[in-house]
């Protein structure tokens, strides 16, 4: 037996929202009858709501059928026009760090270091997060090293010209050169990824966030060494990777097409 409704519920509101609803998912336009069956309600009923719906500018038709028009945007403009890119971000790296079992975070270039704006813990790690609002030197991580290889090639140039490299571990990139190297390929293919050159426990993995041309910031993945093997990375990792991405870039302005 259906739950009672309270007096203020007014069923029309309801019914409307079912409506623009049963769109989701579909990009061909619907009939009566299809939307009539979504919303469990006679072809009578569904038709007038859909009408309704056409006067008002969310839906248009299409010969004997229905589809949404750009106006049904206009309902989460205010919702999403006041959320940040971490609080959009957050849980996408939730989910990615769950399916992965690894951490996950997503950076922007801030001078010459990268800053951490969103970080989900591994699932296997019990501790909390302290690395929002941090910074690492840009050149020596996977994220840095995506962000420096978008940048024009003389704004590039003098970002490598300030650089101080440092040894960190026996991995670290031992000289500009190298670096420049690095950032061609990583430019060329589309991801870095960084083995312990920072730190000698772990290996780093990163793809750009894009909404059309606009680089929102850098991906990240950490991969305890050992976890995996280097094709399983590269091969599985980067393609589940860059779809979070443009998950990411998708919710935070809406979809403006594949770069």
């Keep these: 037996m259906a739950a009672e409704q309270p007096d203020y519920f007014v069923k029309s509101a309801e019914k409307t929202l079912s409506v623009l609803l049963a769109f989701n998912g579909h990009s061909d336009p619907r009939t009566v009858s299809q939307i009539a069956t979504a919303i469990e309600s006679t072809r009578a009923t569904a038709r007038r709501f859909l009408l309704t719906l056409t006067d008002l500018g969310y839906l248009e038709t299409v010969g004997n059928a229905y589809r949404l028009t750009p106006r049904v945007l206009d309902i989460g403009a205010s ?65 840095g090293r995506v962000l420096m290889s978008k940048l024009p090639a003389a704004e590039r140039e003098e970002f490598l010209s300030r650089i101080e490299l440092t040894h960190y571990t026996d991995k670290t990139v031992s000289s500009i050169e190298a670096l420049r ?31 059309g041309t606009q680089l929102l910031g850098a991906l990240n993945v950490s991969v305890q ?34 770069k």
């Excluded at 079992?101 to 997503?106: F, N, P, V």
């Excluded at 950032?183 to 000698?200: I, K, N, P, R, T």
């Excluded at 860059?242 to 809406?254: C, E, L, N, S």
């Design 181 to 211: 190297a690095e950032l061609d390929q990583v430019a060329a293919q589309g991801w870095s990824m960084v083995a312990q050159e920072l730190d000698e426990g772990l290996r780093g993995l990163a793809v750009p966030v894009y909404r």
């Design 79 to 143: 919702y999403l026009s006041g959320l940040t890119l971490p609080q959009v971000a957050a849980p996408h790296l939730q989910r990615l760090a769950a399916e992965l079992g690894e951490t996950t975070a997503l950076c922007v270039l801030d001078g010459q270091d990268i800053l951490y704006v969103e970080r989900v813990l591994s699932p296997r790690l019990h501790a909390t997060n302290s690395t929002i609002g941090n910074r690492l030197p840009a050149w020596v991580t996977s994220m």
């Design 225 to 258: 060494p050992g976890r995996m093997e280097r094709e399983s990375i590269t091969g599985q990792m980067v393609p589940l990777m860059q779809q979070v991405a443009q998950d990411i870039a998708d919710d935070f302005g809406g979809r403006l097409g594949r």
